[in-house]
């Protein structure tokens, strides 16, 4: 696993008394969509946020592409890569969802930020910007103002602003939660179709989801790891059926 | 609000650039009357009302722009004054070093204290430039050789290669209303640049700005220092203008009134300043004049003006909560 995209080892991280991480050591390998699923309150959204680095870890190492950047900054870690679709949507409400797109674009241009021109007027980062909402189906929403997007689209949104910086790593917290069926259908598909590109690590509840896309499953429980392994075995592991999947012993 | 965005997508600067050139040639004209009539008093005032709006637009790029909400933004002002006072008594009073000379100070005092305030967010940021500004007030009131509590008068008026260009009442409005142009066209487009995009992303939603990649800090930086320096040159027309220079420029009411244009106008609107620094320049004289309470005046054209477009105010203050 030496070859993992990301690594983590040993991350601990408390609240106050509330320990939320506990020794978690994880690997994504490239390539691999990787699940996380747990229980409310098993410390999913707070193990992604020191993926990312909008929380420092306690104790332990995230090391993404042989780097070691637990303590390097959410914008760092970003440009290195990662790329984080929130649990609750998180785009910029009053920009077009044109602008969010070439703003995310914007930040992994290799020229930078600088430049006198007007931005929303690059045809390079328009092109990416397009291209980007093409695969998330938002094409015609691309004038409107975010705030009127329905909840799913903002979902694809998000997706979109992740998938134009051409990630290496995909944070998907929930990207189906509160999203339509039929939008929830197109997400599915759409991340089907990323999969073997861009490496995930998903979180998401709707099992028939995570079996259909994952490679392998974590399981947290009161923020450590119960079990890791491929689809099948931790369906059948017992003590996920209890604690997670709710079919507690006869 | 729909509209708007659509029209944003397609000329996307359009709108804002019209509104400042409206803004300008009305100034411009009003100059251009009172230059004719001969009435220097209207003259004088005119300057005033284009080196204030100066310095109002520079605060309303910092909050309607970047949502930082600088409570101590006179004191950028007055200090540039101060470089024009004080290089002017080394023999500095030209233009071509003077201006880069006040903006350039400025703008390492303003990043400086930026670098340490924009650790903090909402209130405590807004009490940190407050305190920064007090300190530049205490420094320049401690400067005996510089006039210390009472001021000192200019050696002269700033010259331009040499030629004596702020010497007469016009002059000096039609180089104020210059600064005011270039820095009215120049934060307009702005916004709507790479940086400028940034920038007002990072106002609403830091958290995806950071997320997406952007060391925020930074830009919000540049943002502080940019708008320094050009209060700075804002202090330097406004030094040859009194020929005189006090620590009461930098005043905390000063920054407070800067604050009460910025909001006035709409204070994402940077032509919008321009216009509130206009307003509470007439109310103030034309209340001043036969009482002291012109601030109630004042006070209640603010009130009138967040019953009427309470949605800037909230969001100032909405910003100040976080
Ligand atoms: N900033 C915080 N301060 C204190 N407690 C928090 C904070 N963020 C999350 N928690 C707590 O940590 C636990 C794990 O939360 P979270 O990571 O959001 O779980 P999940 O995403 O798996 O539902 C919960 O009990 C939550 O209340
Ligand atoms: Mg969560």
């Known amino acids: 696993m030496s070859e993992a995209i990301l690594s983590l080892r040993d991350l601990d991280k408390s609240f106050g008394a509330l320990r939320v991480t506990r020794k978690v050591t994880l690997d994504v390998a490239p390539g691999e969509v990787h699940a996380l699923i747990g229980p409310n309150g098993a410390g999913k959204t707070t193990l992604i946020s020191q993926i990312a680095g909008s929380l420092k870890p306690d104790s332990g190492r995230v090391i993404f592409a042989g780097e070691d950047v637990t303590h390097l900054d959410a914008p760092s870690r970003a440009q290195r890569g990662l790329a984080r679709v929130f649990q609750i949507s998180n785009v910029v409400d009053s920009f077009t969802v044109l602008a969010n797109v070439v703003l995310s674009a914007l930040a992994t241009e290799t020229t930078a930020w600088w430049g006198w021109g007007v931005a929303m007027k690059d045809p390079g980062l328009r092109e990416r910007a397009f291209y980007a909402l093409d695969q998330v189906g938002l094409v015609e929403r691309a004038p409107d103002q975010a705030a009127d997007l329905s909840y799913g689209e903002r979902r694809a949104l998000e997706l979109a602003m992740g998938l134009v910086q051409n990630p290496r790593l995909f944070l998907l917290d929930e990207p189906m939660a509160g999203t339509g069926r039929e939008e929830s259908r197109r997400l599915t598909e759409l991340l089907r179709t990323l999969k073997g590109r861009t490496p995930m690590l998903l979180i998401e509840h709707d099992m028939s989801t995570v079996f259909a896309l994952a490679d392998r499953v974590t399981v947290l429980v009161d923020g450590a790891v119960a079990i890791t392994g491929a689809p099948d075995v931790v369906r059948a592991d017992r003590i996920v059926r209890e604690a997670y999947l709710g079919e507690g012993e006869p | ?322």
């Open chain 2, 1 to 322: 609000m729909i509209e708007a965005a659509a029209f944003r997508q397609d000329e996307p600067l359009r709108r804002p650039l019209r509104a400042a050139a409206l803004v300008l040639v009305a100034l411009a004209a009003a100059i251009l009357v009172a230059w004719a009539m001969g009435n220097a008093w209207w003259l004088s005032f005119l300057a005033r009302v284009a080196i204030t709006a100066t310095a109002a637009l520079s605060l309303s790029c910092l909050i309607g722009q970047a949502g930082l909400v600088s409570f101590g933004h006179a004191a950028q002002v007055g200090l540039g004054a101060y470089v024009a006072l004080i290089a002017g008594e080394y023999g500095i009073a030209d233009l071509t070093l003077l201006a880069p000379l006040a903006f350039v100070v400025v703008a390492l005092w303003s990043a400086v204290t930026a670098a340490l305030a924009l650790r903090t967010r909402g209130v405590y940021f807004i009490m940190l430039t407050l305190a920064f500004a007090q300190m530049a007030y205490f420094i320049m009131q401690s400067l005996s050789r510089f006039g210390g509590d009472d001021g000192m008068a200019l050696a002269r008026r700033a010259t331009l290669f040499g030629a004596p260009v702020l010497k007469t009442d016009l002059g000096l409005a039609l180089a104020a209303l210059a600064l005011l142009a270039a820095a009215l066209i120049g934060f307009v487009w702005m916004t709507e640049t790479r940086y400028g995009l940034v920038l007002r992303a990072a106002k609403e939603n830091e958290s995806r700005a950071l997320a997406s990649g952007f060391r925020v800090f930074r830009f919000q930086l540049y943002a502080y220092a940019l708008a320094g320096g050009v209060a700075a040159l804002a202090g330097v027309l406004l030094a040859n203008q009194a020929e005189f220079v006090s620590p009461s420029y930098m005043n905390w009411h000063r920054s407070g009134e800067l604050i009460v244009m910025v909001v006035l106008g709409g204070a994402t609107s940077l032509p919008g300043a321009v216009i509130g620094a206009a307003v509470v320049l007439i109310i103030e004289e034309a209340l001043g004049h036969w009482t002291e309470f012109w601030k109630l005046g004042l006070g209640l054209v603010i009130v009138a003006a967040v019953l009427l477009r309470g949605a800037d105010l909230s969001a100032l203050f909405g910003r100040a909560r976080r």
